[in-house]
Nanobody, 122 residues
Framework: QVQLVESGGGLVQAGGSLGVSCAAS????????MGWYRQAPGTQRELVAT???????NYADSVKGRFTISRDNAKNTVYLQMNSLKSEDTAVYYC????????????????WGQGTQVTVSS
C-alpha cells in the first residue's frame, strides 16, 4: 500500500559528491519521520540520518558535516546529499519512512525502500 523508491546511487571517487532521493507513494495519509540507513557487506544496517515532518534532523557521527538530509513534504520525497565521500561510505543505502495510511482505518507503520548502491572508489 506504500512504496518507497530510491534513485541516484552510483559510483563516485573519494572526495566527491553524490545525491540520492526517495519518493513515497500509495495510500498515504501522512508521513512522520523519514530517514536513510545503510548496510555494507558483512555489517548490520546502520542509521545515517533522519528528518521529522517539521524538519528536525539527526545524523550519525560518522557523516555529520558531510551529509545533508532534506525533504519535500508536498512530494513525499526525502533527499540525502553526500559530500566529501570516503571509501567507508560504500554501502547499500535504504530509505525508511514512518507512514500513516488510511483505508477504512488509520494505520501507522515503517516502510523500507529497495535500496540503492553507493560505491566510493579510493
Amino acid at each position: 500500500q506504500v512504496q518507497l523508491v530510491e534513485s541516484g546511487g552510483g559510483l563516485v571517487q573519494a572526495g566527491g559528491s553524490l545525491g540520492v532521493s526517495c519518493a513515497a507513494s500509495g495510500s498515504i495519509f501522512s508521513i512522520n519521520r523519514m530517514g536513510w540507513y545503510r548496510q555494507a557487506p558483512g555489517t548490520q544496517r546502520e542509521l545515517v540520518a533522519t528528518i521529522s515532518s517539521g524538519g528536525t534532523t539527526n545524523y550519525a557521527d560518522s557523516v555529520k558535516g558531510r551529509f545533508t538530509i532534506s525533504r519535500d513534504n508536498a512530494k513525499n520525497t526525502v533527499y540525502l546529499q553526500m559530500n566529501s565521500l570516503k571509501s567507508e561510505d560504500t554501502a547499500v543505502y535504504y530509505c525508511n519512512a514512518l507512514v500513516t495510511i488510511y483505508t477504512t482505518i488509520y494505520r501507522t507503520n515503517y516502510y523500507w525502500g529497495q535500496g540503492t548502491q553507493v560505491t566510493v572508489s579510493s
